[in-house]
């Protein structure tokens, strides 16, 4: 089984927030295939608030009510466990204050705060449940797509049998 951490970008297509939703038809049969394979999907709170900010960003108010409605709508299914990704706990504040700790040098890479937290959120999900795979849906061109770590097998090895 998969856990798939649900990006910005995958949420803003599977969405059709326009002008992030170049991808959309590709992500809503990914997202088909995801759900028909029982994997496990994860909305991060930075996927909520980033996807919420590019359709605070829209142009046309009547598209922008009209998307944050949508938005409104699938968070608050998510919410209350009647969607098909389920949404992240907030992190702890020890959690918050290793973040930041490591921030200046994700930033120099080019990482946001937010990337961060999705690839700790993966960091985590890794050592919980390594039999499992692990990835983060993306479609940005940043490395969060290389965070996909397959399921290590587990062979039980048998006694002898003469």
């Known amino acids: 089984m998969t856990i798939c951490i649900v990006d910005t970008s995958a949420f803003c297509n599977v969405l059709d927030v326009p002008g992030k939703n170049q991808r959309r038809d590709d992500a809503r049969a990914a997202l088909r295939n995801f759900i028909d394979d029982n994997a496990d999907l994860l909305l991060p709170l930075a996927a909520v608030y980033?996807?919420?900010?590019?359709?605070?960003?829209?142009?046309?108010?009547?598209?922008?009510?009209?998307?944050?409605?949508?938005f409104v709508k699938q968070v608050g299914l998510a919410l209350r466990g009647d969607a098909p990704w389920a949404p992240t706990p907030l992190p702890s504040a020890p959690d918050l204050a290793d973040w930041l700790v490591e921030f200046p040098e994700a930033a120099t890479a080019g990482k946001s705060l937010a990337d961060l937290s999705m690839i700790k959120l993966w960091e985590d999900q890794c050592r919980r449940f390594e039999h499992r795979r692990v990835l983060i849906w993306t479609y940005d061109?940043?490395?969060?797509?290389?965070?996909?770590?397959?399921?290590?097998?587990?062979?039980?090895?048998?006694?002898?049998?003469?």
Do not use: C, K, N
């Open 141 to 162: 061109r940043t490395d969060l797509g290389a965070y996909d770590r397959a399921g290590r097998i587990h062979v039980r090895s048998r006694p002898f049998q003469r």
């Open 50 to 70: 980033e996807t919420g900010r590019h359709i605070a960003q829209l142009a046309d108010g009547r598209v922008r009510r009209a998307s944050a409605e949508s």
